[in-house]
Every structure is written in C-alpha cells, then in structure tokens.
T-cell receptor, first 117, second 111 residues
C-alpha cells in the first residue's frame, strides 16, 4: 500500500521569503504521480503542481516548484516569494498509474502554512 | 473555479437519515472520484467511476453507495447516517487520470 508523510504540521514564513514543505512517500510501484494541493480556509481543494515518476526535470508552475528526489522518495514543494494569500493547508498526494488502484489519490495529513506580513 | 460542481454546499440532517450528494464533472472528464475529509481520518478516497462503471473502491462503508449516470454526473448516497459521518465530501474529476480537479465540496453535518 502507498503512504504519504508530511512531517510538518505547521510552518511559518515571512512575506516575500521562500518556504519548503516536506513530503515523503512510500510505494513499491515504479509508475506513479505526485501532486500538491492547496486548501484555503474556504475549503476548496486547488491543484498546484504535478510530477510524474519518470519525469527527469523537476516540475515548476509559476511560484511553485517540486523538488523531486526519487531515490529518497521525497517530493517537497517550494513556494518562492510567499504572499499573504498563500496561507492555507497544503496536501501532498500520490496516484499510482496501474492496477486496480489506478487513479485514486492517497493524501498526506497536510501542512498548515502561515505567511506573516 | 475548477469546473466541477457539487450540490448541495451544506447539508444538515439527523442520525439514521439518508442523503444524496450530487456531482457534475468538468466537461469532457470521464472519471469521477469521491473523497471524504474529516478531522480524525484526513482525506480518504471512497470510490471512483469511469464512464459509468465503478473503477476502484477505497474504504467506503457499506452504508454508502454511488453511481455515475449516462450524462456523467455522479451521486453519492449515504444512508443510516451516524454522527461520525459528519465530514466534507469532495467530488473530483479528471480526463486521463492525471490532475484531478476538485469540486467545492459538500459539508455534511449529522446531528
């Protein structure tokens, strides 16, 4: 079974600084995808970034980048130039790309990010 | 706006009752997923449908059932409700199983 671990229950960052949110995963499958979602206090789940297990380059989407270290099974999210609107819960998730588990996302417990002015 | 719609936004009901949550996926998305988010269990996968057929099942209780209709909208039925079923229920959709786009959720409160 696959597992996602986010060891930081809460993180604080100063506005305009960069912050790294940690995520480690566990799976014996070779083919999988890694995702980050943002959940603001309003409750919706917002897709941020995706990394495939065979992607050689780290994924980037605007101010978000994913530091993918396959051998260490880590997929950390880096947010550059933090903004007040980045304050939210952040979830790391994994999806296997084969077998009967195809498609479902397995989520970590989340990290609450607070951006200070 | 993800393009996934869910109704109702809030639902308050009593123990023992039955409710139906509705989801309309993004245009063109064939896969629909249901997730439950609660304080003690976190975000958990319940069930997936692909083009009308059940594709995968997670830790979905026997009291819960779902279906996907020919127009691709999906319904999640929760029956014999218990206090512990109070949670935020999300529907998500995707095309080829890559990014899943989530609806705004239905917040269920069982009193």
């Amino acid at each position: 079974a696959q597992k996602i671990t986010q060891t930081q229950p809460g993180m604080f960052v100063q506005e305009k600084e960069a912050v790294t949110l940690d995520c480690t995963y566990d799976t014996s499958d070779q083919s999988y995808g890694l995702f980050w979602y943002k959940q603001p206090s309003s409750g919706e789940m917002i897709f941020l970034i995706y990394q495939g297990s065979y992607d050689e380059q780290n994924a980037t989407e605007g101010r978000y980048s994913l530091n993918f270290q396959k051998a260490r099974k880590s997929a950390n999210l880096v947010i550059s130039a933090s903004q007040l609107g980045d304050s939210a819960m952040y979830f790391c998730a994994m999806r296997l790309t084969g077998g009967t588990s195809y498609g479902k996302l397995t989520f970590g417990q989340g990290t609450i990010l607070t951006v200070h002015p | 706006d993800s393009g996934v719609t869910q109704t109702p936004k809030h639902l308050i009901t009593a123990t023992g009752q039955r409710v139906t949550l509705r989801c309309s996926p993004r245009s063109g998305d064939l896969s629909v997923y249901w997730y439950q988010q609660s304080l003690d269990q976190g975000l958990q996968f319940l069930i997936q449908y692909y083009n009308g057929e059940e594709r995968a099942k997670g830790n979905i209780l026997e009291r819960f059932s779902a279906q996907q209709f020919p127009d691709l909208h999906s319904e999640l039925n929760l029956s014999s409700l218990e206090l512990g079923d109070s949670a935020l229920y999300f529907c998500a959709s995707s095309v080829a199983g890559r990014e899943q786009f989530f609806g705004p959720g239905t917040r269920l409160t069982v009193l």
